[in-house]
């Protein structure tokens, strides 16, 4: 994948290891919430007080013995080899808090319900909000598919988008973030790829992108695991 490519999907885990990493996503959110999930239909279990607790992003990362059994699978062992230089980023929330272990975290996006997504962003934004100067180009993301309705939801991608679309950076609950400064309609036509389990979106942190508005019967659950090139 270069630069001039929007996005590449790519084939990661076995079936075997998208089942031991799917289990550990429904223990994490079983645990969490105190009663046992079915991801598919989180949202029918799931109050919305239970949604609000699993809402921020320390809610959502795995526990460091989880990350570590994932990042010790052949999937990943494979990816690090394919990108010699990268590592898996440590856990994230600002230039101020950083934490020694591996970042990885998934989202819950309820059916029909538009504040459960983003707004257009390129991850670089963030690492200007956040001010933590991993440089632009420095991080290379990778979304998997936990649960997908395909053609329903997933991730969307902007490939029409012109260069230097403005962006402010507003602060939502205690963190920085960054947001489109202009009508979504300027992005162009938006492209929605579809993975299978075991694969996953791989896309460089300038690429324009956010969750689309899940349209299906489930829940849509995604792992999100950045690269980070060493300095």
Known sequence: MNKNEIFEITDIFTTSEFQIIKSLIIEHVSSRLGFSVDLSTYHQQAAETDHLSMAPKAARVLSPSDAQFILALSGIKRLLDNHPGYQVSNVVYDSNTVEDRP??????VRPNQPGNIGSPHCDFWFDQAMGTNFGRGNTIKFWLPI???PGKNGLL??????KGIPFIIQTVNGFNRPCIDCEVSRLGDPVLPQPAYGQAIKFHDDIIHCGALNNGSKTRVGLEIALLKGK
Do not use: G, H, K
């Open 157 to 162: 991608f902007y490939p029409n988008a012109p």
């Open 103 to 108: 970042e990885l975290y998934f989202r819950l």
């Open 147 to 149: 649960v997908l309705d």
